[in-house]
């Protein structure tokens, strides 16, 4: 490990051989649960899902991590290998989908509500702007904008440690009121022409009218 001064020092890892000292190897079972097919305790855990994270890159090594959610089972199964996400009205900036256009590698994690398990999948991504399984994605007489199909590399669970520790599904440690307001931050960071008053309108009770 090296020390670098960061104000106090810190051992920076900077091999795979002390990261290996550090955490230890895996167990056979963790080694080997990594498959390439959906199997269909997989397909009921899609079914079930209102919620993924969908991780890319750039060819540079920028970063986007972008939430995706719908009613459970928005995600449309093509095929044993092939996933479906749907892109629904947003604020148009497609981080992610750029970085798909130049690098297909993507990284997603499906979550259920009060589960602290979850489905991971990395696989290659395009962008389709119609096909026929559309029509399975109509949510509220809306259709996709477009779809991210991901052809399937890696499938397997992921534990519940992090939520477990996190407790994020515990209702006794919400705190949403631990930082400002939607409108409070947008005025602060991203639109301070616009009041508060004005913000606090904007993301109200009317907000969930403009979904899709």
């Not at 960061?6 to 167990?27: F, K, N, Q, V, W």
């Not at 499906?110 to 026929?132: E, K, Q, Y």
Request: some cysteine; charged content about 25%; overall charge negative.
């Amino acid at each position: 490990m090296t020390d670098v001064d960061t104000g106090r020092s810190a051992a920076i890892i900077s091999s795979d051989a002390e990261l290996t000292e550090l955490l230890g190897e895996p167990t056979e079972a963790v080694r080997t649960k990594v498959r390439s097919e959906l199997l269909e305790i997989d397909r009921q855990w899609l079914a079930a899902s209102p919620f993924c994270v969908v991780a890319t890159s750039a060819p540079d090594g920028s970063c986007d991590a972008s939430p995706k959610g719908d009613p459970a089972g928005f995600v449309h199964v093509i095929d044993d290998r092939t996933i479906a996400i749907p892109e629904r009205k947003g604020n148009r900036r497609a981080d992610g989908y750029r970085n798909v256009l130049l690098n297909p590698h993507v990284g997603l994690m499906f979550v259920i509500p009060g589960r602290g398990d979850t489905l991971r999948i990395n696989g290659r991504a395009h962008l389709v702007s119609d096909a026929p399984w559309f029509d399975d994605m109509v949510v509220k007489g809306h259709r996709p904008v477009l779809a991210l199909v991901v052809e399937i590399d890696e499938i397997f669970g992921h534990c519940a440690k992090a939520f477990m520790r996190s407790q994020l599904w515990h209702p006794e440690t919400w705190q949403p009121g631990a930082v400002p307001s939607r409108a409070n931050i947008a005025h602060l960071t991203e639109r301070p022409l616009d009041s508060v008053v004005e913000l606090e309108k904007y993301y109200g009770e009317t907000y969930s009218t403009g979904l899709y």
